[in-house]
């Protein structure tokens, strides 16, 4: 059983484009959180999504950034005319459905650096 | 709102002793906590994860420890090797099942030979 899996794993992106970030969660997990990690500074909370629906975006930026859990495919995290202050590690987490465990298992980040 | 703890920062010991991380949180009412493991440039790696009904958890030579009436957590690290240098990271889950994570900044721990 593969673990949770992001990629890029590294990303460089110039002041005004978009990047975009893949989670493939692992197998049997239906949930999937978004975490940044800002230079020195703690894991934040983002987003939490479920397929097809946004559970709770109360960490997200209110402009620029998006999340997505389609019915198929990875979560995307979408950050649209990205600034220098973007730069972080983006770590990607799932879980099983509630009734198993309460763990959540992190992916390897991708490094977003916008130059 | 929930805020996590972890002081110090950075902590260097000599290889084969014993040492307590400490991690504190400020609201009492919480749903879990976890201890994560994090090498330089990696991901997360979950150590321990205890209740809110729980007391400690164990796992070889870790040991978990929680009083949520203090708002206060230790992880226990006994006859700590090289390859336990780290950051490890306390997280606390406030509301619930498959619920949000609030981190504190992680202790830096490095183990001298």
């Known amino acids: 059983n593969a673990g949770v899996m992001q990629n890029p794993r590294h990303l460089v992106r110039r002041r005004g484009q978009e990047a975009r970030l893949r989670c493939s969660p692992m197998?049997?997990?239906?949930?999937v959180y978004w975490y940044r990690q800002l230079p020195e500074e703690g894991l934040k909370f983002m987003v939490y999504?479920?397929?097809?629906?946004?559970?709770?975006e109360s960490g997200m930026p209110k402009e620029r950034f998006s999340a997505e859990f389609p019915k198929e495919g990875p979560s995307i995290l979408r950050i649209q005319q990205v600034v220098r202050g973007d730069s972080a590690a983006y770590f990607c987490a799932s879980s099983p459905p509630s009734t198993y465990t309460d763990t959540q298992y992190f992916g390897p980040g991708t490094r977003l650096t916008v130059l | 709102k929930q805020e996590v703890t972890q002081i110090p920062a950075a902590l260097s010991v000599p290889e084969g002793e014993n040492l307590v991380l400490n991690c504190s949180f400020t609201?009492?009412?919480?749903?879990?906590l976890q201890w994560f493991r994090q090498d330089p440039g990696k991901g997360l790696t979950s150590l321990l994860l205890?209740?809110?009904?729980?007391r400690e958890q164990t796992s070889g030579r870790l040991n978990a420890s929680l009083d949520k009436s203090s708002g206060r957590s230790t992880l226990y690290i006994a006859a700590s090797q090289p390859g336990d240098s780290a950051t490890y990271l306390c997280a606390v889950g406030s509301t619930g099942a498959n619920s949000k994570l609030t981190f504190g900044k992680g202790i830096t721990l490095s183990v001298r030979p």
């Open positions: 999504l479920q397929k097809e629906n946004i559970i709770d």
């Open positions: 205890i209740q809110s009904s729980q």
């Open positions: 197998k049997g997990h239906s949930h």
């Open positions: 609201d009492s009412a919480i749903y879990n």
